[in-house]
């Protein structure tokens, strides 16, 4: 089967000038769950838009979800890759929950009753089933952060890319989602420079900084090598100590674990 | 924030699921228009007619237990500058003087004009306060757009309702911001800090927008708004447009 993403020298330089990516070759396995962590301007929210064909490559060649990224392919890329922006009144704009987490589905031509039953089955993994008819200021900005996964649920995407998931969050609220999204059974990438964040959900990390890929590798060798951490302004929580974070199992992790090796 | 929400910002009040608050949006919207319709468009001095609108209009609240202290505390905002205008008329009025205060004469039709005015004005705020009561803002909207109100404006006012409570949010944040480092503007000079606020907040706004903009493309927006199940009128939504047109239009058409 093919990689959940596959880049290939993968470039962009913006408009002005600014070269935000450049030359990333990254290939994610199926099923894998991957942290993308790097300082503010480091390009990890430009390489989050590539992925949904938002931005497109300037140079390099990008394969994601089994799709080339290209005008041709975006619809069928969109309904395969879900985002999850930082913001969540960025993601949440119609008026009910109800109506926001319909509108993926909507989009990708699904019929009403498949829907509805969309709509139930993503705020229900979200534990967010009784928000159904809320307008979403009226939630809290975990609730918000939920119903913003489940909007993207819906539309049963292969692959999730959160961007700083853990943003803003009070200690609950992120001990909740980090439960939530260990049983979420989908190929994960999630940006953030929360690093025990990444720790408890992620086998494997990469480092982007200023453009370039500067580590990929497991989570725990990543998050204690200090001095590479230091030499890209990462760093971990005062008094947090690595082997103290216990990493969630992904469900069905042995199933995945074994098509890997067969794969790999 | 909570306040702006029970207040200016309405939304639905009273018993959520009385039989008023389950109807058809649409059938809501015709009713209560029509109500302001026919009050706003009777000419001068039509007690009987306005009467029989007030008659209604507590009818639909008593029907949705729309307390009266949150009709009138919503439209308490609007109320008073439209009857600030109107209070001027008597006096500037020609015709039979009833009293005078000192240089200035009331005039009979004046205060004539001022009594309609005034129950005009009320009619037309109740029935809005009291749509506003009975339908929460997402199911108007709907209403509209179904009703065939270009969607162009259905979305700017969809679109309104959603963020205005962020952007309020952002606006409060940076005036407290502003509070807590002893800003207070005593000269026009001074003053320049609040454009600056402005104009830091449309570009906030602007940007919000683009980010928006791009959360829509990610999940597969193509430049049409899909929409849910349709609305379907029921008979209760007949029953209830029908008792409101029968009340009153009679009425209208005799006076």
Known sequence: MSCAVHARGLTHRYPGGHLALEGIDLHIGHGERVAVLGPNGAGKTTLMLHLNGLLTATAGALEVAGLEVCRRSLGELRARVGLVFQDPDDQLFMPTVHEDVAFGPLNMGLGRDEVAARVDEALAAVRMSDAADRAPHLLSQGQRRRVAIATVLAMDPMLLVLDEPSANLDPRARRELVGLLAEIDRTMLIVTHDLPFAAELCERSLILSAGRLVADAPTDEVLADDDLLAAHDLEMPAGIALDLITRRPRPGAEAAGLSLRAGG | ?255
Not at chain 2, 55 to 67: E, H, I, K, S
Not at chain 2, 185 to 200: D, E, I, Y
């Open chain 2, 1 to 255: 924030m909570s306040g702006a929400h029970d207040h200016a910002g309405g939304g639905p009040a009273g018993d959520l699921s009385s039989r008023v608050h389950r109807l058809d949006p649409r059938a809501k919207i015709v009713g209560l228009v029509a109500v302001t319709l026919v009050g706003v468009s009777t000419p001068i001095a039509a007690w009987e007619v306005w009467l029989a609108c007030g008659l209604v209009l507590a009818a639909v609240a008593a029907a949705g237990r729309v307390p009266a202290r949150v009709i009138w505390v919503r439209a308490r905002v609007v109320l008073p500058l439209v009857i600030l205008v109107a209070a001027f008329i008597p006096f500037f009025r020609g015709g039979e003087v009833v009293a005078s205060l000192g240089p200035l004469d009331v005039s009979r039709e004046g205060l004539e004009v001022l009594g309609s005015v005034a129950a005009k004005a009320t009619i037309g705020t109740v029935s809005a306060v009291l749509l506003g009561a009975i339908t929460s803002v997402p199911a108007i909207i709907r209403g509209l757009e179904t009703m065939r109100v270009p969607r162009l404006l259905t979305l700017i006012a969809a679109f309104m309702y959603r963020y205005l409570f962020v952007i309020a949010e952002e606006l409060r944040r940076m005036r407290s911001a502003l509070a807590s480092r002893a800003y207070r503007p005593r000269t026009a000079l001074q003053a320049a800090a609040l454009g600056r606020m402005a104009s830091a907040l449309f570009l906030r706004t602007f940007s919000r927008g683009e980010r928006i903009y791009l959360a829509m493309l990610a999940r597969g927006y193509s430049g049409r708004m899909p929409r849910l199940d349709p609305l379907r009128l029921a008979r209760a939504d007949a029953v209830f447009v029908g008792l409101i047109l029968l009340t009153l239009l009679p009425l209208r058409v005799i006076s």
